[in-house]
């Protein structure tokens, strides 16, 4: 029921972002709302009945081709984003500023896009064709989103206009860092990978003068073919300096890696941030 819940929110948060900002101030997008939204400006159909219309043949294909546990919360998104489309088709919100109603409808498409994510469903079937190549294919699902969307985008700026063309460019990008967000937290951890012939005392440092856990890993020099033991530890973006210079005074010839963690899950990372 929670699930079902955040999947209508942003169903309609999502709705809102296309029917209010994209629709009435003649933008595109990407996706398959991006290609309704330009048939519903050249045919007039409503933008709802033409996702409709586009979607039932791919969840027919998901169905068959992946089967129901897999485009069960699809299926539910794709209903519950229509739905949403058909009862915000008169919210209208026409700026004299193209480029802030892009930022608008990016944003706001973006939360809601996030939010049904989140809830492990999405407001199209487009995921089922990026997983089915992905699987049949061996097409990865990012190559399958990327030219995708490049095609519809094209088709926005030959039909609508260069300019326009670059707007939907820029709902799309903004639309789809904002759902990142939205699903993996604002707060962005670092994992830290240390190498050094003291790593015991480089733990403790971590332990006692940070607050961090540490793990040890078994590894063994490439070039050496010694057996190290390797140290991982996660701590918080603020945190990296203060990780360094204790590294740099136990061991100044340490070997460390700081790479980003879009979520950390456990002990010391309260809901997933840091």
Known sequence: MKDILWLGAGAVILAVGTNGFVVPNNL??????????????????????LYAAVNVPILVFGYAKLGRRFCGKTVLGVALFTVAL???????????????????????GGLGSGLMLRAGGSSGGMDILAFYLKRAHSVSMAATYTITDMAIL?????????????????ITFL????AEYVQEGLSRAKAAIIVSDHPEE????????LERGVTYLSGR????????????????????????R???????????IVTDVAEVLGEGFEGGTV
């Open 28 to 49: 595109g997008q990407g996706g398959i709302t991006g290609l309704c939204v330009v048939a519903h400006r050249f045919a007039g159909i409503p933008v709802a009945y």
């Open 86 to 108: 058909y009862l915000t088709q008169g919210l209208r919100f026409q700026m004299d500023d193209l480029l802030l109603a892009s930022l608008y409808g990016g944003a706001i």
């Open 154 to 170: 094209t088709i926005v700026g030959l039909t609508m206009g260069a300019n326009t063309a670059l707007y939907a460019l820029m």
């Open 175 to 178: 639309g789809g860092k904002v």
């Open 202 to 209: 480089i733990a403790t440092a971590i332990m006692d003068g």
């Open 221 to 244: 020099g490439g070039y050496t073919s010694d057996e190290k033991m390797v140290i991982l530890a996660a701590v918080n973006a603020r945190e990296v300096g203060r990780l360094k």
């Open 246 to 256: 204790l590294i740099k005074q136990v061991d100044p010839r340490a070997f460390v």
